[in-house]
């Protein structure tokens, strides 16, 4: 398996993979809205402001995670991880774990200082974030399960209170992905 930054020639393929993965799990709905989700990410976002890396086998794109800007009041350089796809027959082989600290690791390098993500406590504790509360960070919409609310801090030291609000990226900037 290889992991490397996604390329714009990859935009197809990363869609049909989030679509597909996300269809299989929570129904086509839910794979339509993540598939738009993701090609609204790759098409509208500013280079400086979004991080994209895939896992590949074979010259296919098995696994793909987003990470993107998460702007404060504060002067932070922070990203938010979202979404993340693994394809349904590598599922469970450490592909997005893999796949989750590559980035991580693309985002240090970078002088990110803190990665949030919005999910399952269980899976992302496995990969170093650990579950805050908004009045550690606020969340840029309201969350329906605040207990999802992690952050990582990228030197590993203490994630610090974070004054003032804060602002994502258009593309998750409503409230059905909160």
């Known amino acids: 398996m ?41 098409k509208g976002t500013e280079q400086k402001d979004i991080f994209g890396f895939v896992a590949t086998e074979q010259a296919q794109i098995i696994g793909c995670v987003f990470f993107t800007r998460l702007s404060f009041d504060s002067p932070i350089e922070a990203f938010i991880l979202s979404p993340v796809a693994v394809h349904t027959s590598h599922q469970g082989q450490g592909v997005g774990q893999k796949l989750i600290k590559y980035g991580i690791g693309q985002l240090r390098e970078k002088g990110v200082n803190l990665v949030f993500t919005y999910g399952d406590p269980a899976f992302y504790s496995r990969v170093g974030f650990q579950c805050i509360t908004e009045e550690v960070a606020k969340a840029p919409l309201e969350l329906t399960r605040p207990e999802g609310w992690l952050c990582q801090a990228l030197d590993g030291g203490e994630i610090n209170s974070i004054s003032g609000s804060s602002c994502c990226v258009s593309a998750l900037n409503k409230p059905d992905y909160w």
Do not use: H, R
């Not at 990363?14 to 794979?31: C, H, R």
């Open 2 to 42: 290889d992991l490397s930054p996604y390329k714009n020639s990859d935009e197809v393929e990363i869609y049909e993979l989030f679509t597909k993965v996300f269809s299989d799990s929570e129904g086509k709905s839910e794979g339509a809205q993540i598939g738009n989700l993701v090609l609204n990410m790759m």
